[in-house]
């Protein structure tokens, strides 16, 4: 089945440090790949999305790279502040097959310190 | 914010109780989504609705059942809750339930069974 794997939080870094968080999926065909964010006490934020190979999403200085041949969809970010402090969870929606759910990494914890 | 609204944003009940969850979708959506989320398990599609209609079912236990209205609102029924069922529950909504549709998410209501 349809499987999305995260790296473990929680992530801590200082103001203006770079991010990686990585995210590798398991599915047949090519899904979309989407990374959503949840600040403490909300909801989900679509951050980003893919929907084919070597698709680009960008939002908020974040961006991810829709990687078919490492089937990866790694999240950077090159200036982290204080407000990218949240949840970041990485997800993918298969394109056929498997209704229109969106199958959830864990999620990784972010924290940035001044 | 997303558009989509969820009523109540906290829920503390006694195991046994039946309690009813409301999602509105966006303006104009006709899709929408119930996941569960909790520790345990992480994020979790329960069941997508398409203009009235069930489109799919993840894992929903027996004890839940959903419905959309005619007037698209929807609502997620659990019943003979247990204390596992404590989570945070979010609906989302998109405009056709097509796979290329963006699923905006609600805050969320959090479920405490006591």
């Known amino acids: 089945g349809n499987s999305v794997t995260q790296m473990e939080g929680p992530v801590t870094l200082s103001e203006e440090a770079f991010l990686t968080i990585n995210c590798t999926y398991t599915a047949t065909g090519y899904p979309s790949l989407f990374w959503y964010v949840q600040y403490p006490g909300e909801g989900l934020q679509l951050l980003l999305k893919a929907t084919k190979a070597d698709d680009k999403g960008s939002n908020k200085g974040f961006e991810a790279t829709y990687r078919k041949e490492t089937t990866s969809f790694h999240l950077e970010k090159g200036s982290v502040q204080v407000s990218d402090s949240a949840v970041y969870f990485c997800a993918l929606r298969p394109l056929t097959g498997g209704g229109n759910k969106l199958t959830f990494g864990t999620g990784t914890q972010l924290k940035v310190e001044l | 914010d997303s558009g989509v609204t969820q009523t109540p944003k906290h829920l503390i009940t006694a195991t046994g109780q039946r309690v009813t969850l409301r999602c509105s979708p966006r303006?104009?959506?006709?899709?929408v989504y119930w996941y569960q989320q909790s520790l345990d398990q992480g994020l979790q599609f329960l069941i997508h609705y398409y203009n009235g209609e069930e489109r799919a079912k993840g894992n929903i236990l027996e004890r839940f059942s959903a419905q959309q209205f005619p007037d698209l609102h929807s609502e997620l029924n659990l019943s003979s809750l247990e204390l596992g069922d404590s989570a945070l529950y979010f609906c989302?909504?998109?405009?056709?339930?097509?796979?290329?549709?963006?699923?905006?998410f609600g805050p969320g209501t959090r479920l405490t069974v006591l």
């Open positions: 989302a909504s998109s405009k056709l339930g097509l796979a290329s549709d963006t699923q905006y």
């Open positions: 303006s104009g959506d006709l899709s």
